[in-house]
Each structure stands twice: as structure tokens, then as C-alpha cells.
């Protein structure tokens, strides 16, 4: 069950990783006009901040996918010459700081977001976009980064404490 568990989260995250990281397209084209509208046309065009918006939604939603891979900032002056079994107690006491940190964050994230979708939020700009998908795709992308840390937690628990095999009577 553990297993199924492990790769689901990892699959999940896997994939939306991918898939997120084509925003880096339309995030570099819409940079890319507002640099020649502001700098060479010397008329910007002041609804090309939008560019924040799916910047934001490439980080948050690229997250998990991040701590799928070990790409977090970590201390590896410590851990790189940490054996397995050391790395993943290492992991492990730090493990309630980001269920905390991570938690704490998905709570307020889920408030906002429903309160952003009861008034129909709208972002102030030219645009008049709205904002509530951008605050409800930030909260999906901090909880995907947390099951991935609740799956990273259960496989260190794996190292840590190995299941002993079943001894057998003949």
C-alpha cells in the first residue's frame, strides 16, 4: 500500500513538473515584449504584467516536482557525506519544520483562495483579470509539495527502520 502510495505522489508531481514547466514559454515571450515595448518602443504595455502571475504558477506548482528531485536548497556540506540511514534521520528531524512551515501555508492559501472565489477576486491591473485560479493553483501546488514531503518522510521511516524479514519455520 506504502508503495502505490509513493508512486502516485511521485507520478503525481512527476508530471505536473512537466507539464508546468511549458509555462517557461509564454513566461519567456511575454517578458521578451514587455523588454522591446518598454525599451525600444518606449511605449509599455502595462498589462504584460501578467508575467508575474505565471512566474508564480511555474514556482509554486513546480514545488513538488523540485522536492520529487532532491532540488531544494539543503545543507549539503552536511549531508553529502552522510551515509543513507544518517541523511534520512537528518531528513527526519527536519521533517516537522516543513509540515509545519508547508501546513501553516496550505491553511491560509485554502482561506484565501475560497474567500478570492466567493468575491470573485479580480487582479488590479489593466487587465482585470481574474485572480482566483492564480490563488487556487498556489494552494494545489503547496499541498502537492507537502504529500511529496509526507512520501519522502514515509521512505526515510523505510530506512531508518527496515522491515525485518518474516522468519520462516520449516
Known amino acids: 500500500m506504502a508503495e502505490s502510495f509513493f508512486r502516485f ?3 503525481l508531481n512527476e508530471w505536473t513538473g512537466r507539464i ?3 509555462l517557461f514559454i509564454p ?3 511575454i517578458v521578451v515584449a514587455d523588454v522591446f515595448t518598454r525599451y525600444v518602443l518606449n511605449k509599455p504595455w502595462y498589462y504584460l504584467d501578467i ?8 514556482v ?4 513538488g516536482y523540485c522536492y520529487l528531485h532532491d532540488g531544494h536548497v539543503s545543507v549539503d556540506i552536511l549531508v553529502t557525506r552522510l551515509s543513507a540511514r544518517k541523511r534520512a534521520i537528518f531528513d527526519m528531524i527536519l521533517f516537522p519544520l516543513v509540515l ?5 501555508l496550505l491553511w491560509q492559501l485554502i482561506a484565501g483562495a475560497i474567500k478570492a472565489i466567493e468575491i470573485s477576486e479580480r487582479y488590479r491591473s489593466i487587465l482585470d483579470i481574474p485572480i482566483y485560479p492564480y ?3 498556489v494552494a494545489v501546488g503547496v499541498f502537492l509539495m507537502l504529500l511529496q514531503g509526507i512520501s519522502n518522510f514515509m521512505r526515510n521511516l523505510r530506512i531508518v527502520f527496515p522491515a525485518k ?5 520449516d
Open 9 to 11: 505522489v511521485d507520478n
Open 20 to 22: 508546468v514547466s511549458w
Open 27 to 29: 513566461l519567456t515571450l
Open 51 to 58: 508575467n508575474v502571475q505565471v512566474m508564480g504558477i511555474l
Open 60 to 63: 509554486v506548482m513546480g514545488a
Open 100 to 104: 509545519g512551515t508547508l501546513g501553516s
Open 135 to 137: 490563488k487556487v493553483l
Open 165 to 169: 524479514p518474516e522468519s520462516t519455520h
